[in-house]
């Protein structure tokens, strides 16, 4: 369920900085006029907002079912916040996504340097392709191949921590903070890092004081892709974490083999709003900014 | 002309030198097929407005980047105040630049802007906080200190972008096509405001533009270019008046090429007429030669030749407010453009078809180089 929320997400983060460039369409041509473009838009809408309103409504129930409605309260949310392993869950999810997140921004937006502000150099495309690969390796692939590795490494070392995956989520994050960061870059005019550079600046004062600043909304859009990449994974999560690690995506899903109460649906909807809040704020920031 | 020789190199200033450019290359692409600069050799006086004009893609950015060190020349050096200063990177140099398109610093105010290039030279923050008000003043853009650089016009973006490289006080100035992208009226004031700004602050100013009204009205000196050379450098009344090959003769203003010959210092037209008195540049030897006349140097009258006049019929005549153009055929065949400034009298006294009577003003005839 919170998948549906979380790529909802996804695709507005995405957009952001493209959107900054954007070429408008002709005049005089308007898709809207094709028949049957409005009736087939406010279907995709109902598709896909319907179930997320339904999912809210029935957090609100006052019953024990998702189906029957008995009436309004906030039990769920009490109860939730009352679990200790919800908020266990709560608590490793956010530590977890905030340093894969962290440590992906920081290493995305050095590649991205390397990939945009550097003489063109053999192999570049090659090198995209690599930073992007896990868009294009199966998660599952992934997800097994970290678990014989880890599993050896464990049995190596015999240290078990948050580390493992704090590294797996990183690895999956890195290109969701790759692809703003660089499209940021490339729309950024490298004169302006000459002028410094003109201006009797160093090196590291250019990137400090132009570079840096410059890219910024553009780390900012990668970090929150990572975070919210990193909150909703269920697959690489379920194979990598040692037995107690439970993030909330993944306990949620042990819920469900369980007895499923409105419990879930309260928790899905504090994340739909704490992600809708950090998307706002997004924009907010970047319109400061401009 | 010996006159003009003397003017070309007055000794006193021989010594002072800002920018020796010594016989520098700048190759690009993977197989160096690309040459930028062909081994240009220029040296730029101190306080002087220097001028690089030339047709798109003839090096003039490069050679401005060469010279600030944003581009390593692949041969050739360079020196600045008689150091050598090749190797120095471009913050090492003091050698700020107005860019093209300004590359005003968005995050930052006008007043921030201003302040950077002094704040990274570690000036103490009083000292800054002065030399920007100072800057604002001359500029004339106090009132907006504290805008952002999004928020002003295009004219005030570009006195904004004067201000920031004039405050660190650097020794050259560098200004790629700065006033192509304003209209002109705009241009026209900002022309007179750069030759305010250049004699209040004394700079040396090295100024690229592709039109050569603009090189001519506001420079001390120019040097054409073309192909990744320098082919002349002088004042702009020698560059226009006495221009030494062909190129150049067509890239600033209108131009007659005509057919002489050359023995000692007197030339004869082919066409006919007298002998002129002009010197041949080096290299040009007795014969055959290629000569210019401009088309305000020649003036024509209607009737028959006489005595040093060239016989011509007449072919077009345009009439243009202040002057009135000719387009007259000489008997050898080619063809010979006059302009006479019109009078208040009614007007000329041309028909087409009619034969008229060509004179060159004397010291008019220009030998080419080629
Ligand atoms: N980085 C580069 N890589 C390859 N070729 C280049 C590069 N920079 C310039 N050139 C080439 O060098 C030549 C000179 O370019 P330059 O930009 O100096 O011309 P310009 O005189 O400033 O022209 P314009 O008036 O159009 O600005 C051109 O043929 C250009 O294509
Ligand atoms: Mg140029």
Redesign the pocket.
């Given at each position: 369920m919170s998948d549906t929320t979380l790529s909802g997400s996804k695709i507005e983060t995405e957009t952001v900085v493209p959107a900054a460039s954007g070429k408008k369409a002709p005049k005089g041509y308007s898709v809207s006029t094709l028949p049957g473009f409005s009736i087939i838009a406010i279907f995709t809408f109902f598709a896909l907002y319907a179930p997320i309103m339904i999912l809210v409504l029935y957090s609100f129930n006052a019953g024990t079912s998702l189906a029957i409605w008995e009436g309004f309260s906030l039990r769920w949310y009490a109860q939730a916040a009352g679990n200790e392993r919800v908020i266990d869950a709560a608590i490793r999810s956010l530590i977890l996504a905030g340093s894969a997140a962290t440590i992906a921004s920081i290493s995305a937006t050095m590649a991205a340097l390397a990939t945009t502000r550097t003489r063109r150099f053999k192999g570049r495309t090659m090198i995209y392709a690599l930073i992007n690969q896990p868009l294009m390796v199966p998660e599952i692939v992934t997800a097994v191949a970290l678990l014989i590795v880890f599993a050896w490494i464990k049995v190596m070392t015999g240290y078990t921590s948050l580390l493992y995956l704090v590294a797996a989520h990183t690895a999956f994050c890195i290109p969701f903070a790759y692809l703003p960061i660089r499209a940021r870059l490339e729309t950024m005019d490298d004169t302006l890092e000459v002028a410094a550079r003109d201006l009797y600046a160093s090196p590291m004062q250019v990137f400090r004081r132009v570079t840096l600043p410059l890219m910024w909304p553009g780390i900012i859009a990668g970090f929150m892709l990572a975070f919210v990449i990193s909150l909703d994974d269920v697959v690489i999560t379920e194979f990598v974490k040692s037995a107690g690690q439970e993030t909330i995506p993944t306990y949620m899903l042990g819920q469900l083999r369980r007895v499923v109460t409105p419990e879930v649906n309260a928790i899905s909807t504090i994340i739909l709003v704490a992600g809708a809040v950090l998307v706002s704020l997004f924009f907010w920031v970047s319109r400061e900014r401009r | 002309m010996p006159e003009t020789a003397l003017k070309t190199r007055p000794a006193t200033t021989e010594s002072e030198t800002a920018v020796d450019v010594i016989g520098i290359s700048?190759l690009?692409?993977s197989n160096q097929e690309?040459r930028?600069?062909d081994d240009v050799s220029v040296a730029i006086r101190k306080n002087e407005f220097f001028t690089l004009l030339?047709?798109?893609?003839?090096?003039?950015?490069?050679?401005?980047?060469v010279i600030a060190g944003f581009?390593p020349p692949t041969r050739g050096s360079l020196h600045l105040g008689g150091r050598d200063i090749s190797r120095l990177a471009p913050n090492q140099r003091p050698i700020n630049t107005v860019f093209?398109n300004y590359a005003l610093f968005p995050h930052m105010s006008v007043a921030n802007n201003i302040a950077f290039g002094l704040e990274m030279l570690g000036k103490p923050k009083n000292d800054i906080r002065d030399k920007v008000t100072e800057m604002l003043q001359l500029v004339r853009m106090e009132e907006l200190r504290s805008r952002r650089t999004s928020e002003i016009s295009g004219g005030q973006q570009q006195r904004v972008a004067l201000a920031r490289a004039l405050a660190p006080q650097p020794e050259v100035l560098l200004l790629?096509?700065p006033l192509s992208a304003l209209d002109l009226k705009l241009r026209k004031e900002m022309q007179i405001e750069l030759k305010r700004l250049q004699s209040e602050t004394g700079l040396t100013f090295i100024f690229?533009t592709?039109d050569q009204e603009e090189a001519l009205t506001m420079s001390d000196r120019i040097a054409v270019?073309n192909a990744?050379k320098i082919l002349q450098v002088g004042s702009p009344r020698e560059i226009y008046a006495h221009p030494s090959e062909r190129f150049v003769a067509n890239f600033i203003g209108e131009s007659n090429f005509l057919n002489a010959h050359l023995s000692g210092n007197r030339v004869t037209l082919e066409a006919g007429g007298g002998t002129y008195e002009a010197v041949a540049p080096e290299g040009v030897a007795d014969g055959k030669v290629s000569v210019l006349v401009r088309p305000e140097h020649a003036s024509a009258r209607p009737g028959e030749a006489a005595g040093e006049e060239l016989a011509a019929t007449v072919e077009t005549v345009v009439y243009s407010g202040d002057a009135t153009s000719l387009h007259l055929r000489l008997k050898t065949g080619e063809t010979l453009k006059t302009k006479m400034p019109n009078g208040p009298e009614q007007s000329t006294a041309f028909g087409e078809g009619d034969a008229a009577a060509v004179t060159i003003a004397p010291g008019a005839v220009t030998i080419l180089k080629d």
């Amino acid at each position: 369920m919170s998948d549906t929320t979380l790529s909802g997400s996804k695709i507005e983060t995405e957009t952001v900085v493209p959107a900054a460039s954007g070429k408008k369409a002709p005049k005089g041509y308007s898709v809207s006029t094709l028949p049957g473009f409005s009736i087939i838009a406010i279907f995709t809408f109902f598709a896909l907002y319907a179930p997320i309103m339904i999912l809210v409504l029935y957090s609100f129930n006052a019953g024990t079912s998702l189906a029957i409605w008995e009436g309004f309260s906030l039990r769920w949310y009490a109860q939730a916040a009352g679990n200790e392993r919800v908020i266990d869950a709560a608590i490793r999810s956010l530590i977890l996504a905030g340093s894969a997140a962290t440590i992906a921004s920081i290493s995305a937006t050095m590649a991205a340097l390397a990939t945009t502000r550097t003489r063109r150099f053999k192999g570049r495309t090659m090198i995209y392709a690599l930073i992007n690969q896990p868009l294009m390796v199966p998660e599952i692939v992934t997800a097994v191949a970290l678990l014989i590795v880890f599993a050896w490494i464990k049995v190596m070392t015999g240290y078990t921590s948050l580390l493992y995956l704090v590294a797996a989520h990183t690895a999956f994050c890195i290109p969701f903070a790759y692809l703003p960061i660089r499209a940021r870059l490339e729309t950024m005019d490298d004169t302006l890092e000459v002028a410094a550079r003109d201006l009797y600046a160093s090196p590291m004062q250019v990137f400090r004081r132009v570079t840096l600043p410059l890219m910024w909304p553009g780390i900012i859009a990668g970090f929150m892709l990572a975070f919210v990449i990193s909150l909703d994974d269920v697959v690489i999560t379920e194979f990598v974490k040692s037995a107690g690690q439970e993030t909330i995506p993944t306990y949620m899903l042990g819920q469900l083999r369980r007895v499923v109460t409105p419990e879930v649906n309260a928790i899905s909807t504090i994340i739909l709003v704490a992600g809708a809040v950090l998307v706002s704020l997004f924009f907010w920031v970047s319109r400061e900014r401009r | 002309m010996p006159e003009t020789a003397l003017k070309t190199r007055p000794a006193t200033t021989e010594s002072e030198t800002a920018v020796d450019v010594i016989g520098i290359s700048k190759l690009f692409g993977s197989n160096q097929e690309i040459r930028a600069l062909d081994d240009v050799s220029v040296a730029i006086r101190k306080n002087e407005f220097f001028t690089l004009l030339g047709p798109s893609g003839c090096g003039k950015t490069t050679l401005l980047r060469v010279i600030a060190g944003f581009e390593p020349p692949t041969r050739g050096s360079l020196h600045l105040g008689g150091r050598d200063i090749s190797r120095l990177a471009p913050n090492q140099r003091p050698i700020n630049t107005v860019f093209q398109n300004y590359a005003l610093f968005p995050h930052m105010s006008v007043a921030n802007n201003i302040a950077f290039g002094l704040e990274m030279l570690g000036k103490p923050k009083n000292d800054i906080r002065d030399k920007v008000t100072e800057m604002l003043q001359l500029v004339r853009m106090e009132e907006l200190r504290s805008r952002r650089t999004s928020e002003i016009s295009g004219g005030q973006q570009q006195r904004v972008a004067l201000a920031r490289a004039l405050a660190p006080q650097p020794e050259v100035l560098l200004l790629d096509e700065p006033l192509s992208a304003l209209d002109l009226k705009l241009r026209k004031e900002m022309q007179i405001e750069l030759k305010r700004l250049q004699s209040e602050t004394g700079l040396t100013f090295i100024f690229v533009t592709h039109d050569q009204e603009e090189a001519l009205t506001m420079s001390d000196r120019i040097a054409v270019m073309n192909a990744g050379k320098i082919l002349q450098v002088g004042s702009p009344r020698e560059i226009y008046a006495h221009p030494s090959e062909r190129f150049v003769a067509n890239f600033i203003g209108e131009s007659n090429f005509l057919n002489a010959h050359l023995s000692g210092n007197r030339v004869t037209l082919e066409a006919g007429g007298g002998t002129y008195e002009a010197v041949a540049p080096e290299g040009v030897a007795d014969g055959k030669v290629s000569v210019l006349v401009r088309p305000e140097h020649a003036s024509a009258r209607p009737g028959e030749a006489a005595g040093e006049e060239l016989a011509a019929t007449v072919e077009t005549v345009v009439y243009s407010g202040d002057a009135t153009s000719l387009h007259l055929r000489l008997k050898t065949g080619e063809t010979l453009k006059t302009k006479m400034p019109n009078g208040p009298e009614q007007s000329t006294a041309f028909g087409e078809g009619d034969a008229a009577a060509v004179t060159i003003a004397p010291g008019a005839v220009t030998i080419l180089k080629d």
